[in-house]
């Protein structure tokens, strides 16, 4: 088994194609075994020892890759550092091994670490002002500002990592992946107890997954404090869910803590909106039922604009309650409509079309415009 602390190059080797290879062990007692020319170190032996003191002077030269899997060797291509601590002098350190790389030193005053290895672990500790690679599926959980462990090792002062799976995140921005001071441009599972902003796509309230990042944010909603929306095509969607909006493009999801803001756009086919006293929507609203609450007057376009508290335009509402304000319905209903209200005020045209041949009504129906239907009945 191979062990090291330090910079991790991405150097993929597989371990069917290695015809040599070296067991590597990295210590603070030697002698060495291992060589370092021209800022590689390897061996040839099947198995092999590099002393912290050979690397650090190594590492004071400029950037080395550690590598495991080449040479004359019989051994599996493993790193073990097992001890001992290392200066890198600002430098990057890259570690590469055909198998595993087990890290329990210490690494100080790096630049980048790279990894490559087809398993990473260790109770060692790396400090550096560069980027973590070759993480790959091991997760990264954040600690603190720029602080965090992956495989039990731990890590501060790096910027940027590139695991797919990060846990602890606190205040993710969704579009620039980062969290605590580190970017994790690779990140396609983020689990935490924070807000997520810069969500500038759709968000998926009941999968938690971002349509613009392709993040599936987990735990939160879980712990999702707060969702904010950026830019015009931020869209809140979902299956079935009950929303409230209780201020402009800002809301909460029944029976849940979160709340969102700065999403125009609301999205679910099966969904019910409840309007708040303050609450609307800028953008575009697709939902099953619009619930005003105890609004005086409102008016609803089916299948366009002008819809009460809806800046853009409104899609698949097959019921509309209003009960005891008025209605004013327009547009076009796909299906039956259901319309709850004490007076239901057909001022312009309502229109039923793909077949749509039944519509209830709740309270008195006026129709001053025209009206094409097939067959409505009066509760």
Request: hydrophobic residues 35%; aromatic residues 6%.
């Amino acid at each position: 088994m191979l062990r090291i602390a330090g910079l991790f190059v991405l150097s993929l080797v597989c371990a069917p194609c290695a015809l040599a290879a070296t067991d590597l062990t990295i210590s603070a007692t030697g002698p060495s075994t291992a060589t370092c020319t021209a800022g590689v170190c390897s061996s040839n032996a099947t198995s092999s020892v590099l002393t912290t003191a050979d690397l650090q002077a190594a590492l004071a030269g400029g950037s080395v890759v550690v590598n495991a899997s080449t040479g004359s060797g019989s051994g599996a291509g493993s790193i073990d550092w097992t001890d001992g601590t290392v200066d890198a002098g600002g430098h990057s350190l890259s570690l590469t091994a055909t198998t595993s790389i087990t890290f329990d030193g210490t690494l100080t005053n790096l630049a980048n670490l790279a990894f490559s290895s087809t398993s990473l672990t260790g109770t060692g500790s790396a400090d550096g002002t560069g980027a973590i690679t070759g993480l790959g599926s091991t997760a990264f959980s954040l600690t603190g500002t720029k602080a965090g462990t992956a495989g039990g090792i731990s890590f501060s002062g790096f910027t940027a990592a590139d695991t797919t799976t990060v846990t602890g995140a606190v205040y993710f921005d969704d579009s620039a992946k980062s969290s605590l001071g580190m970017t994790f441009a690779s990140a396609a599972y983020v689990s935490g107890d924070c807000n997520i902003t810069g969500i500038g796509g759709s968000f998926n309230v009941d999968t938690g997954v971002s349509s613009a990042s392709g993040i599936q944010y987990s735990g939160f909603a879980f712990g999702i404090d707060h969702l904010v929306g950026a830019g015009t095509a931020a869209t809140i969607t979902g299956t079935g869910d009950m929303y409230t909006l209780d201020a402009a493009d800002s809301g909460h999801l029944s029976g849940n803590p979160m709340i969102w803001s700065g999403f125009p756009n609301i999205s679910d086919a099966t969904g019910t909106l409840l309007f708040g006293p303050s609450g609307s929507a800028s953008g575009n609203v697709t939902m099953a039922e619009l619930d005003y609450g105890t609004s005086t007057t409102v008016t609803v376009n089916l299948s366009g604009t002008g819809t009460t508290g809806i800046g853009g335009t409104t899609a698949g509402v097959s019921k509309v309650d209003n009960n005891p304000g008025n209605l004013n319905i327009t547009g076009t209903a796909n299906g039956a409509l259901d319309m709850i209200a004490p007076n239901v005020i057909n001022s312009t045209s309502l229109t039923f079309g793909n077949g749509a041949t039944a519509a209830s009504v709740t309270g008195d129906y006026t129709q001053s415009g025209s009206l094409n239907l097939h067959g409505i009945s009066t509760n």
